[in-house]
């Protein structure tokens, strides 16, 4: 295949995936991967493949492409597309948890050699290791990451970017637990989106969506938070966006959690811990099982109810707390908890998680009571040594 009719072959792809006739572009782009010889075609094309398997959900595979557009880049020598190909790797590990990875190769980014890409890319380098801090909860880092990718937008006029930077702080400040600016930046998000997004991807609407809905929930406007994350909701169903549909589940969970209403709550935990485990995000999965936890724990006034008076379904929750701990680990093991005691020996690898989310699971677990059967190992965090002493 020449160069001309892989350039055809690439377009006929890029309109059938924007008409959502996504598995019949994927097909066209794999054959243009198999049969093409041009080396800047196979670039092109492993580059819509990083895109499509990422808003698929497919993380595994786009970290799979992200490795091989890397060997094409230093076939062809050139340091714009080395650059770009370091960033679709550094995204490929932070959609999989692999924060430290994502640190890294952002860091090979910015020490490469200025070139063209390098303005254009560089905000969201900085936007990517921003996140990538902040799923380590290295707060101050993570805001200087997207102060400086605000700046790159700004500088250059990238209304895109903005949206995705407005986001991410939203994330960061729900975190940090200012509400009122967790609600702010994603409502400068969807006005961006309102007066510069005629001809964008609506997954920057869904995104904003999203981000409002989490931060009216965390305001108590729960009537709003439904009404926002079911519009995202709606747009990820009709793109087939995986990852979006798991988080908007696991938002409603959250709304229904917070009116009260646990037995709405519960399947949908359930359905947004199933495809967090289905396309590889540890940190959601920690959040979806905290979130089951924190259900548990309203079901009863534990501290008010004698032992022998509580709900026996309720010695879920040492193995649940357990389960969270694990997927905070690299190849930890997958799946909702087992009915078992739980023994925190075997999770000996560095946390994907820091010290604030141990301390949650400490308040889960201080509301149950003594953890029977906890063995902490050598390398657990000190809160888990607190967590079996209670």
Sequence with gaps: MGQDQTKQQIEKGLQLYQSNQTEKALQVWTKVLEKSSDLMGRFRVLGCLVTAHSEMGRYKEMLKFAVVQIDTARELEDADFLLESYLNLARSNEKLCEFHKTISYCKTCLGLPGTRAGAQLGGQVSLSMGN?????????????????????????????????????????????KDYEKALFFPCKAAELVNNYGKGWSLKYRAMS??????????????????????????????????????????????????????????????????IMTEIGNRLGQVQALLGVAKCWVARKALDKVPAEQRDPELSQLPPLIHEAWLCMTPGSRRGLPPRHSC???????????SWGSCQVVLTIAKALGPAQGCSPGPSSPPCLFVLCSL
């Design 343 to 353: 023994s925190f020996s075997t999770a000996r690898q560095r946390p994907i998680y």
């Design 132 to 176: 990538a801090f902040l799923g380590l909860s290295v707060f101050q880092k993570a805001l200087e990451s997207f102060e400086k990718a605000l700046r790159y937008a700004h500088n250059n006029d990238d209304a895109m970017l903005e949206c995705r930077v407005c986001c991410s702080l939203g994330s960061f400040y729900a975190q940090v």
């Design 209 to 274: 969506q999203y981000h409002m809905a989490v931060a009216y929930r965390l305001l108590g406007r729960l009537g709003s938070a439904m009404e926002c994350c079911e519009e995202s909701m709606k747009i990820a169903l009709q793109h087939g966006d995986r990852p979006l549909q798991a988080l908007c589940l696991l938002c409603f969970a959250d709304i229904h959690r917070s009116r009260g209403d646990l037995e709405t709550a519960f399947p949908r935990y359930d359905s947004a811990m199933s």
